[in-house]
T-cell receptor, first 113, second 115 residues
Framework: DTGVSQNPRHKITKRGQNVTFRCDPISEHNRLYWYRQTLGQGPEFLTY????????KSRLLSDRFSAERPKGSFSTLEIQRTEQGDSAMYLCASSVGPGETQYFGPGTRLLVL | DQQVKQNSPSLSVQEGRISILNCDYTNSMFDYFLWYKKYPAEGPTFLIS?????DKNEDGRFTVFLNKSAKHLSLHIVPSQPGDSAVYFCAVDYAGGTSYGKLTFGQGTILTVHP
C-alpha cells in the first residue's frame, strides 16, 4: 500500500512534554499538508509544504509548533511544552500539486494529560 | 468565524433511499468545492468535487449540486447503502489565491444508513 502513513497512531503525554509526529506522503507528491481535528469539528489547516519549502502557517500554529520537511520527502510536526488544549487528531495529507486531490493519512491522536 | 457550515450534525436514512447532505459557505471567493468521507480510525477520503463553473457533478451514486447565488452545496447519495454510513465533510478552496489547496472544512455530518 503506497498511501500516506503517519506515526505514531496514538500518543499520550504529560503536559509540558515535547512530542514529534511523522508523516510519509505518497511518493512524488510535492505538496504536504498538516491539519488538526478536534472532537465534533472538521479538520483545520495548520501548515503546508511545497517540496521542502514551508509556504504558509495558520495562526493556529503557535510558536510551540514547528514543522519540517527535509529533502521534500517525509515531514515532522513537533509540539513543545504540550498543553491540554493540544489534544486532538493531527492529520497529514499529500497531493501532486496545488488544487489536486489531497490524500489523507490515518492521523495521530494526541492526548495530553 | 465559521466560513463553512454543515448545520445537520447527523442524518439517518433507510437503505435504498436518498441521502441529502447540505453545506453552506460565506465567502463568494471560494470556487472549488469538495466532499470527503471519513470512517472511524481512518483519515478523510476524497469523494467528489465541483468547480464554480458548474452546478452539478455526478459520479455513480454520488451527485454534488452547487448553488452559487445561495452559497450552498449539497451531496446526494442514491441509493443509500449501509456502507455509506460515515462522517461526511464538505470543504472549500480558492483557486485564485496563493493558498490554493488549503482546504477549509465544515464540521461534518454523521450519516447512518439503516438496513
Amino acid at each position: 500500500d503506497t498511501g500516506v502513513s503517519q506515526n505514531p497512531r496514538h500518543k499520550i503525554t504529560k503536559r509540558g512534554q515535547n512530542v514529534t509526529f511523522r508523516c510519509d506522503p505518497i511518493s512524488e507528491h510535492n505538496r504536504l499538508y498538516w491539519y488538526r481535528q478536534t472532537l465534533g469539528q472538521g479538520p483545520e489547516f495548520l501548515t503546508y509544504f511545497q517540496n521542502e519549502a514551508q509556504l504558509e502557517k495558520s495562526r493556529l500554529l503557535s510558536d510551540r509548533f514547528s514543522a519540517e520537511r527535509p529533502k521534500g520527502s517525509f515531514s515532522t510536526l513537533e509540539i513543545q511544552r504540550t498543553e491540554q488544549g493540544d489534544s486532538a487528531m493531527y492529520l497529514c495529507a499529500s497531493s501532486v500539486g496545488p488544487g489536486e486531490t489531497q490524500y489523507f493519512g490515518p492521523g495521530t491522536r494526541l492526548l495530553v494529560l | 468565524d465559521q466560513q463553512v457550515k454543515q448545520n445537520s450534525p447527523s442524518l439517518s436514512v433507510q437503505e435504498g433511499r436518498i441521502s441529502i447532505l447540505n453545506c453552506d459557505y460565506t465567502n463568494s471567493m471560494f470556487d472549488y468545492f469538495l466532499w470527503y468521507k471519513k470512517y472511524p480510525a481512518e483519515g478523510p477520503t476524497f469523494l467528489i468535487s465541483i468547480s464554480s463553473i458548474k452546478d452539478k457533478n455526478e459520479d455513480g451514486r454520488f451527485t454534488v449540486f452547487l448553488n452559487k447565488s445561495a452559497k450552498h452545496l449539497s451531496l446526494h447519495i442514491v441509493p443509500s447503502q449501509p456502507g455509506d454510513s460515515a462522517v461526511y465533510f464538505c470543504a472549500v478552496d480558492y483557486a485564485g489565491g496563493t493558498s490554493y489547496g488549503k482546504l477549509t472544512f465544515g464540521q461534518g455530518t454523521i450519516l447512518t444508513v439503516h438496513p
